[in-house]
């Protein structure tokens, strides 16, 4: 398991791939247009241009073509951030493309969130799934190496990036031959603050943690979508190549982690300047 | 090399009996020899049914008989929904044991098999929540198998491997079906999509892939046909979502299963005739989608896609709805086939394939 394809024939991989019915308006990963659009319409329009007021920098940065990994940090207990940086790609981005977002496994398993997530664009965070996306059909993939370490972590720890899991997100990259790009998110942790975690009705309900936040658990379900209307400031760093290490760098697991470690420290450095630069969380 | 010389197991099965009428179509097959426990279900004009006990003990000596250079072995069970779990694993485990002993020679007595195609399943991978979105030939599930069907895939096809590995010289294909569509291919699923409403659980949408029949005998004629070597998932090209699947037939989606409690409300569903079996109940909820680029890149062209072998069946079931399947069941009588094949009062003998049958294809 986990062993992923030799580097194949690029081309063989790519031609015998499905053609794309015009019949179908649900992807072969389950992303459903339909679905996809009304959400994207109605609430995360609404938070991007009136709640969140999303400020994008470096929208360049994002490649027009071609695979690409964009790694951002993660906050918030019902992270508003993927859906944001995906929609800045789709607002600024001078050619708009699909973000497949990686989503963990958990997801496939809950009901109703299994339904609602691969139909907006989630995939199951798996290294064959990132590496068919980026390699073979050349699409943008979020991910967050932070995973539930950030999107948990509580509000005292805002900004302070967690570890990057075992660099795994440096050898999808590696694998598929397509660039880094780091995301800096400014505003999440402030949206959607966690102060504590109950430890009992996590495992009561099954969930992936069960937090307390301005408005939830009070408020009931609707209460997870209680975002604090803090000002988001997206910014896409410069890309980083990853072709240039010889044939096989993800065999080299010193290079991994340091391109890993290197990716969080821009990142993490990033962060600190916007919160330096910000006169308010407000506005 | 092309083969003359075929065995189908699995005669009695849809995919054995339709494998061999295409095999018959084809002037170069010298001899069709079936073997399968029950009688045949299709009309066959020259190949000779054995019936044989549910282990295929005695296969070996058919198949030095009649020298036999290809084995297409289709009898493998994917379904539970149809016979015991006993039945189904002594077929399944011991049945391709001794399949695959009746190929393998020994010293003395040099087998005449060059090939070995196995029909198995996408039930390989299973259906899991940390699957992969799409499964290669080289990935393997990322848990032990759950289900019975699942268990005995899984060890029939590690006999199948251990036996290439034994026999170097021998192409041994095996193609991992994922669920078939097509009229008169009873399965579970297609009991299900035969309901006025296509019934899902509560809060999931799972992913399937299908193969229509005629991609399936394709298939299998392709592996015949040119070397095969290795393990190939067969799937049509796209990955619907089960409300898709809905759409395609023109049922309205109904979730009814719970989420929580599936077996539960499963138990209460066979009280009234609808059966689920548990290798359904997890593609229910995870579904499953496998990678067929192997397939392609190997020359054979698939001719539905997921979404076209829905359409078809869709059009199947409008078309049987009216019929209401009064077509004439075809019943085998042994007498009156032997008296065909055989007799010198037969003048028209159907040992060549008729012109018809040619014109067809």
């Known amino acids: 398991m986990r062993e992923l394809p030799p580097a194949s024939p690029t081309g063989a991989a790519r031609d015998l791939l499905p053609a794309i019915e015009p019949e179908r308006r649900v992807t072969d990963w389950g992303r459903s247009e339909r679905v996809e659009g009304a959400f994207d319409k109605t609430l995360v329009s609404f938070l991007y241009h009136y709640w969140f007021r999303c400020e994008v920098e470096g929208i360049e940065h994002v490649p027009a073509t071609g695979g690409a990994l964009l790694v951002s940090n993660h906050a918030g207990a019902l992270p508003p951030d993927g859906s944001m940086i995906g929609k800045a790609i789709n607002e600024e981005h001078p050619r708009p493309r699909p973000l497949h977002l990686t989503v963990e496994h958990f997801f496939k398993g809950y009901p109703g969130f299994s339904m609602f997530v691969s139909k907006i664009g989630g995939v199951p965070a798996h290294p064959d799934n990132v590496q068919r996306l980026l390699h073979d059909e050349q699409q943008l993939v979020l991910v967050f190496p932070e995973g539930r370490k950030g999107s948990s972590k509580l509000y005292k720890d805002r900004y302070r990036l967690r570890r990057f899991g075992r660099g795994g997100f440096v050898e999808a990259a590696m694998r598929a031959q397509v660039p880094i790009v780091p995301v800096a998110v400014l505003g999440a942790e402030e949206a959607a603050p966690i102060f504590a975690h109950v430890n009992l009705l996590k495992r009561l309900t099954g969930l992936l943690y069960f937090p307390i936040t301005p408005t939830f658990p009070h408020l009931g379900l609707p209460g997870m979508l209680g975002f604090l209307p803090a000002k988001f400031r997206i910014r896409f760093l410069e890309p980083i190549p990853t072709d240039e290490w010889g044939d096989e760098p993800a065999a080299d697991k010193g290079l991994v982690q340091t391109v890993a470690e290197e990716v969080r420290a821009r990142i993490q450095s990033e962060l600190l300047e916007m919160v330096a630069e910000r006169e308010s969380v407000w506005f | ?361």
């Open chain 2, 1 to 361: 090399m092309r083969s003359r010389r075929i065995l189908v197991t699995g005669l009695s099965t849809y995919w054995g009996g339709r494998l061999a009428q295409e095999l018959e179509a084809d002037p170069e097959v010298e001899a069709i020899v079936g073997v399968d426990t029950k009688e045949p279900t299709r009309a066959l004009e020259r190949t000779e049914f054995v019936r044989v006990g549910a282990q295929h003990a005695l296969l070996r000596r058919i198949v030095q008989a009649a020298e036999i250079e290809t084995v297409v072995d289709t009898r493998l069970a994917v379904d539970s929904g149809f016979g015991s779990s006993r039945q189904i694993h002594e077929n399944n485990v011991l049945g391709t044991m001794n399949i695959l002993a009746a190929c393998s020679g020994s010293a003395r007595e040099p087998s005449p098999v060059r090939k070995v195609i196995f029909k198995s399943s996408a039930h390989y991978y299973g259906a899991e929540r940390d699957d992969p979105a799409f499964f290669t030939e080289r990935m393997q599930r990322p848990h032990a198998p759950r289900t019975r069907i699942e268990a005995d895939v899984v060890e029939a096809e590690r006999a199948v491997a251990a036996f290439a590995e034994r026999q170097p010289d021998l192409t041994v294909s095996v193609l991992r079906f994922v669920n078939g569509l097509g009229p008169g291919l009873a399965t579970s699923h297609s009991a299900l999509f035969d309901l006025p409403f296509v019934p899902a659980i509560l809060g999931f949408d799972p992913r399937y892939q299908f193969i229509y029949a005629d991609d399936i005998v394709g298939t299998l004629m392709h592996a015949v046909r040119v070397d095969l070597d290795g393990i190939f998932n067969v799937a049509g090209d796209g990955v619907l979502a089960l409300s898709e699947v809905a759409g395609g037939l023109g049922k309205p989606f109904a979730p009814l299963l719970p989420p929580v409690g599936t077996g539960i409300a499963i138990q209460a569903l066979r009280r009234i005739g609808l059966n689920v079996p548990d290798e359904m109940r997890q593609q229910l909820r995870f579904g499953r989608a496998v990678d067929n680029r192997k397939l392609k890149g190997s020359g054979y062209a698939l001719r539905y896609t997921s979404r076209e072998a829905v359409a078809r069946y869709a059009e199947h079931l409008r078309v049987k709805q009216i019929t209401r399947g009064d077509e004439e069941p075809y019943r085998y009588e042994r007498e009156v086939e032997d008296f065909l094949r055989y007799s010198p009062s037969v003048r028209n003998r159907p040992s060549a394939p008729p012109e018809r049958r040619r014109a067809r294809r």
